[in-house]
């Protein structure tokens, strides 16, 4: 009988094509998978709790696997680790209900931004945060962040490269703190559009130019034409996934 196996995996996404398993590049998805048949000899999927981008990075990436094979979960956990690159690690383990199903059982989603405000760019961990070296304003960036509060219609959130139909979406909380030249984004809610939160960020790094107006309009007509940039996804990071009872 399968056991059905939980994973919170921690990765740095600057060498991946995202997390999904595409033929012939290198992703999460597809490293964890060739991994476990190394270990274990058993063809298996890993169901992610969503799909991170190309370039995007987990701090808690959630992901289950079924397997047969009746290895302690310890070993597994500590055996997986050897076999995988630097850049991808298993923080922890769990067995859960064969019902359970990472991405349509997930709750809450939290995604962080990180952004660099120094004047000259930095060459070090370049890959980890997004240099942007232009005037901002806090304050009012903190207080147009609340006009997305709630639940609203975010299609001009969204990228044109999507397949959703529904655009409904529910942002419990977003925190903005600095701290000398570093600034950090982090937002809460019960899922996520594609580019939805680089597209936030953009919009509120560049508020002076979009203006809370613009927002509300974006809100109301679902057209992108009224928001800030898409960043780049090297600042962008998956946080946390909750679910109930877990």
């Not at 959703?164 to 942002?171: L, Y």
Request: charged share 25%; aromatic share 10%; glycine share 8%.
């Amino acid at each position: 009988m399968k056991r059905k196996i939980l994973m919170v995996i921690e990765y740095n996404g600057a060498e991946f094509y995202g997390w999904q398993k595409q033929k012939g590049k290198r992703t999460i998805q597809g490293e964890i998978e060739e991994k476990i048949w190394q270990l274990l000899g058993e063809k298996c999927i890993v169901e992610g709790s969503g799909r991170t981008d190309k370039g995007v990075h987990a701090l808690n990436q959630v992901a289950t696997v079924e397997i047969e094979s009746r290895i302690p979960l310890q070993n597994f956990k500590v055996a997986l680790n050897k076999l995988l690159s630097d850049d991808v690690v298993i923080k922890k383990v769990k067995i859960v209900p064969a019902s359970f199903h990472p991405r349509f059982q997930a709750k809450r989603k939290t995604y962080l931004y990180r952004v660099d405000l120094s004047k000259t760019r930095k060459a070090l961990n370049h890959q980890l945060v997004t240099h942007y070296p232009f005037e901002i304003n806090f304050e009012r960036m903190k207080k147009a962040s609340a006009l997305l509060l709630g639940r609203h219609n975010f299609k001009g959130f969204c990228s044109s490269h999507t397949n959703v139909t529904n655009f409904e979406r529910e942002i419990y909380a977003i925190a903005i703190k600095k701290a000398g030249n570093s600034l950090t984004f982090e937002i809460t809610g019960n899922g996520f559009l594609y580019n939805m939160v680089r597209i936030i960020v953009g919009t509120l790094l560049e508020i002076q130019k979009v203006t809370e107006e613009g927002i509300v309009k974006a809100l109301e007509s679902g057209e992108r034409k009224y928001l800030g940039k898409t960043m780049p996804p090297n600042g962008l990071y998956l946080k946390k996934v909750e679910y109930i009872l877990l």
